[in-house]
């Protein structure tokens, strides 16, 4: 795998790339996150959100900035750009849609998410919102296509096991649905396709 890959060739691979999106099956509620690239003088980044540790399924866990789709939003794109600029204080109309995921869901909170692939410019002030965010997480992403950095273990979140793709950096680990949308597309940028593995990984 390349130790490092460029926007262009990410703006390339999703030119390409139709992704699979799935109604909502009955039981599950919309959703959207953002994938933010972010081009920084020392190379390209992801950031990432540390929720802050509220009860329910996804406190205190790391993720991409995204929530549910309200009533006010107009198709999914607008979900994934309202919670963004709420969250992590981006102006939505300085992102740049560069493309889209297949859609995923998560067990316990039972969302039906569609992720979207978006540039911020850069230098960009960002504000993130004290009461959706502990803190944000700006990762390089050749960090992120370290084989050292992946693996696939179990996980354990509050007193339970969880199988999971993990990527860490530094004293962070990356887990659960936004490991596993981070993996897929990571799989999309090196073979063409999203990873068609079955869930949880063996």
């Given at each position: 795998m390349k130790s490092n890959i460029t926007i262009e060739e990410i703006r390339e691979k999703l030119a390409q790339y139709k992704p699979e999106l799935q109604p909502v099956p009955n039981g599950f509620k919309k959703a959207s996150v953002l994938i933010p690239f972010y081009p920084q003088t020392n190379g390209l980044s992801v950031i990432f959100m540390?929720?802050?540790?509220?009860?329910?399924?996804?406190?205190?866990?790391?993720?991409?900035?995204?929530?549910?789709?309200?009533?006010?939003?107009?198709d999914d794109l607008c979900t994934a750009l309202r919670e963004t600029e709420e969250e992590i204080g981006i102006d939505r109309n300085k992102i740049e849609i560069i493309g889209g995921l297949k859609t995923e869901y998560t067990f316990a909170s039972r969302y039906w998410i569609t992720p979207y692939v978006g540039l911020m410019p850069?230098?960009?002030?960002?504000?993130?919102?004290?009461?959706?965010?502990?803190?944000?997480?700006?990762?390089?992403?050749?960090?992120?296509?370290?084989?050292?950095?992946?693996?696939?273990?179990?996980?354990?979140?509050?007193?339970?096991?969880?199988?999971?793709?993990?990527?860490?950096?530094?004293?962070?680990?990356?887990?659960?649905?936004?490991?596993?949308?981070?993996?897929?597309?990571i799989s999309l940028l090196f073979s063409g396709q999203e990873a068609s593995t079955h869930w949880p990984p063996a």
């Open positions: 540390k929720r802050p540790d509220y009860p329910g399924p996804h406190g205190g866990q790391i993720s991409f900035p995204g929530g549910a789709k309200d009533e006010s939003d107009i850069f230098p960009t002030e960002l504000k993130p919102d004290e009461n959706e965010v502990e803190r944000l997480i700006i990762i390089p992403f050749s960090h992120l296509l370290k084989p050292e950095t992946f693996s696939k273990d179990m996980y354990e979140w509050k007193g339970f096991q969880y199988p999971s793709y993990l990527y860490t950096f530094e004293k962070d680990v990356i887990w659960g649905l936004t490991a596993r949308i981070l993996f897929n597309f």
